[in-house]
C-alpha cells in the first residue's frame, strides 16, 4: 500500500513539472497523455532499476530462524522414573533431561556380571589344569625314558651272555618302558583336550564380557542428558509413561541454542552473484525499527521438487516441475542477538554480492524502512 501510494504521488509530481516545464495547455487529453508517457517512463526505468538491484542486492521476504531440533527417542521399552526438566527450562550440555526405571537393567547387568565371574573362575581353573597338565607330561617323560634306558641297558647285557640278566627281566622292564611311553601319549592327549577347553571358556568369557558391555550400556540409557546447551520445548511423557523401542515414538523435544541460522528463501535467478562470505543485513518482524548484519554461509542448491520417489509406478511428466526457489543460509554476526530470537522468526533479508555500488545504498535503505513498517500491525 505505501509503495502504490509513493508511486502514484512521484506520477503525479512529475505530470505536474511536465506541464509547467513544456507550457502544455492543461485539457483532459493533454493531461492523460503526459500521465501515460510519464507513468510508462516511470515503469521502465522502475523495471531496469529493479533487475539491477535484485541482481547485486537480492531481497527475499521468506525468511525463518532455524536451530538444531533433536527428538528424545529412547531406544528401549522401560517405564518413565522422572522428568527433570520443565517445558521452556534452560539446560546446560550435560544436564539429565529424565530417567527410565533401570530395574531391569540393573538386573541384566548384574546377572552377565556374575556370569563373567563364574566364566573367569573357570578360566582360571582350566589354565591350572593346563598347568598340572604340563608338569604330568614332564614328569612321565622322565619316568619312561628312565625305564627307555634300563630297557635298553639290559638288552646290550643281554646280548653280551651276561649270566645276571634274565631274558624275564628284559621282557618286564619292555613292558614297564611302553606303559610309561602310554602313559605319556595319554598326558599329551588329556592336555590337547585342556587346552581346547581352556580356548572354549576364554572364548565364554570374551563372549559375557560383550553381553555385559552391552547391559551397561542400556543401563547407561535410562539417563538421558542434554546433547548441547539449549531448551526443553516438547514432553510427550510423565513419569509411569512407558517409553516404546520405536524410533518414531519421541518422548520429548529438545532444542539446541548457539547454533541459530537465518534460512532466507530465493528465486533462482536472483542468486547468480550471491557467494558465500557475502554480507547481509536482516529485519525481524519481533524487532521493529533495527537491522541486524551477518553473513551468507552457504546456498543450499537443491529442492524436494526434484528428488523422485522410488516406485515402479511411471513419473508423470505434466506433474514435474519446480517453482525455481533455493534457500541462502545466514549466520548472525551477533551471537547474543542470535541467542534471543526465537525459532521461526520471520522478516526480510537482503543479501551485497561482491558488485558494489548504489544498489548496496538503496538496498540498506529499504531493509531500514522495511524495518520500520513492521511497527504496523
Do not use: C
Amino acid at each position: 500500500m505505501i509503495g502504490f501510494l509513493l508511486h502514484a504521488l512521484l506520477i503525479g509530481s512529475l505530470v505536474f513539472l511536465a506541464i509547467s516545464l513544456l507550457k502544455i495547455k492543461v485539457t483532459p487529453v493533454s493531461v492523460t497523455a503526459v500521465t501515460l508517457v510519464v507513468a510508462m517512463t516511470i515503469s521502465t526505468v522502475s523495471l531496469a532499476t529493479q533487475i539491477l538491484w535484485q541482481g547485486i542486492a537480492p531481497v527475499s521476504h521468506q525468511i525463518t530462524l532455524t536451530r538444531f531440533v533433536v527428538a528424545m527417542n529412547p531406544d528401549q521399552k522401560a517405564l518413565v522414573k522422572s522428568i527433570n526438566v520443565e517445558i521452556g527450562e534452560e539446560v546446560k550440555q550435560g544436564d539429565v533431561l529424565f530417567e527410565l526405571d533401570k530395574t531391569q537393567f540393573q538386573a541384566t547387568v548384574d546377572q552377565y556380571a556374575a556370569d563373567l565371574n563364574s566364566s573367569k573362575a573357570e578360566v582360571d581353573r582350566l589354565s591350572a589344569a593346563l598347568d598340572l597338565s604340563d608338569a604330568t607330561i614332564a614328569r612321565l617323560e622322565a619316568q619312561a625314558n628312565a625305564a627307555v634306558a634300563e630297557r635298553d641297558a639290559n638288552q646290550k647285557l643281554l646280548r653280551a651272555g651276561s649270566p645276571a640278566v634274565a631274558e624275564l627281566n628284559v621282557l618286564k622292564l619292555t613292558k614297564a618302558a611302553e606303559a610309561a611311553e602310554a602313559a605319556v601319549v595319554e598326558a599329551e592327549a588329556s592336555k590337547q583336550q585342556a587346552v581346547f577347553a581352556l580356548a572354549s571358556g576364554e572364548a565364554k568369557v570374551r563372549s559375557t564380557q560383550g553381553l555385559l558391555d552391552n547391559a551397561t550400556a542400556d543401563l547407561d540409557r535410562t539417563t538421558y542428558t542434554a546433547p548441547a546447551d539449549g531448551v526443553m520445548i516438547n514432553w510427550q511423557a510423565r513419569p509411569g509413561t512407558i517409553t516404546a523401542s520405536l524410533r518414531a515414538a519421541a518422548v520429548g523435544t529438545f532444542m539446541e541454542t548457539g547454533n541459530e541460522r537465518v534460512v532466507a528463501v530465493y528465486p533462482q535467478n536472483l542468486l547468480r552473484n550471491v557467494k558465500p562470505g557475502d554480507d547481509a543485513e536482516i529485519a525481524f518482524k519481533s524487532r521493529p525499527g533495527a537491522v541486524a548484519e551477518g553473513k551468507v554461509l552457504r546456498i543450499a542448491n537443491y529442492t524436494g521438487e526434484g528428488q523422485f520417489t522410488a516406485s515402479g509406478d511411471v513419473p508423470v511428466l505434466a506433474n514435474l516441475g519446480s517453482k525455481g526457489f533455493f534457500a541462502v543460509l545466514i549466520e548472525l554476526n551477533d551471537p547474543e542477538l542470535a541467542a534471543s530470537l526465537g525459532l521461526g522468526e520471520a522478516g526480510s533479508a537482503t543479501i551485497y554480492t561482491k558488485s558494489s555500488g548504489i544498489f548496496h545504498a538503496i538496498g540498506k535503505l529499504y531493509m531500514k524502512l522495511i524495518s520500520l513498517v513492521y511497527y504496523l500491525p
